[in-house]
C-alpha cells in the first residue's frame, strides 16, 4: 500500500469500486523468503489450507481467490485506506 496505495484509491474513486483485486504476481517484488516461504504462492496456499487464517482474513473483509490457475486478494477500498493510514500513522512513530 505504502508504493501504490494513493493510485489505487483514485483509480477505484474514478471508477466507483468498493472493493480492489489485487494479483499476487504483482507482490513478489514484495515477498521476502526470510518469512519461512520461498515463494510468496506457498505462504498463500498455507493461509488457505487453515481454517483459523482464512476466517480471520474474512472477518477482516479480505478474500483470496484463485482465477485462471492466479491467486487475487480482493479487499474493500475502505480497507485499503485503513491500511495506508495505520503505515502512515507507524511511520511518524
Known amino acids: 500500500m505504502e508504493k501504490h496505495g494513493k493510485r489505487i484509491l483514485s483509480i477505484t474513486e474514478v471508477l466507483d469500486q468498493e472493493r480492489v483485486m489485487i494479483s499476487l504476481e504483482s507482490l513478489f517484488w514484495y515477498h521476502n523468503p ?22 480471520r482474513l474474512i472477518e477482516h473483509d ?5 482465477k485462471e490457475g492466479k491467486y ?7 480497507k485499503i485506506l485503513q491500511l495506508m493510514r ?6 511518524c512513530h
Request: aromatic residues 8%; glycine residues 2%.
Open 34 to 55: 526470510s518469512t519461512g516461504y520461498r515463494y510468496l504462492e506457498n505462504a498463500v496456499e498455507d493461509i488457505l489450507s487453515n481454517r483459523d487464517h482464512t476466517t
Open 62 to 66: 479480505i478474500n483470496i481467490v484463485r
Open 72 to 78: 487475487y486478494i480482493v479487499i474493500p477500498r475502505n
Open 86 to 91: 495505520k503505515e502512515s500513522e507507524q511511520q
